[in-house]
């Protein structure tokens, strides 16, 4: 059974710093490409950020320079830090793993709810 579990969301002030994770199991880690998205109320579930097993990155404009998404392929864990957070990054939070391979699998975690206000 594939299970992606969150963790980390919660509230922070803006400009503050939160650290999500995401622990996979039931999947063959290395073989997915990991990453997040969020959806806020009334809006569509977007991008945030995505990791390949080597490390490769892609980041959604909105967060360039101030989140960081990282993989330990030994833990099948998924981390997001996330700095100097403003109000506008407040959503629910999703962990995604992307089968790299047929027949390109999609799974999804349950979702962590980050709010950032003053």
């Known amino acids: 059974q594939v299970q992606l579990v969150e963790s980390g969301g919660g509230w922070a002030q803006p400009g503050g710093s939160l650290r999500l994770s995401c622990a996979a199991s039931?999947?063959?880690?290395?073989?997915?490409?990991m990453g997040w998205y969020r959806q806020a109320p009334g809006k569509l579930r977007e991008l945030v950020a995505t990791?390949?097993?080597?490390?490769?990155?892609n980041y959604a404009d909105s967060v360039k320079g101030r989140f960081t998404v990282s993989r330990d392929n030994a833990k099948n864990t998924v981390y997001l830090q996330m700095n100097n957070l403003k109000p506008e990054d407040t959503a629910a939070y999703y962990c995604n793993a992307a089968l790299q391979s047929f027949p390109y699998t999609n799974y999804w975690g349950q979702g962590t709810q980050v709010t950032v206000s003053s």
């Open positions: 990791i390949t097993r080597g490390g490769m990155t």
């Open positions: 039931g999947i063959t880690f290395i073989s997915n490409r």
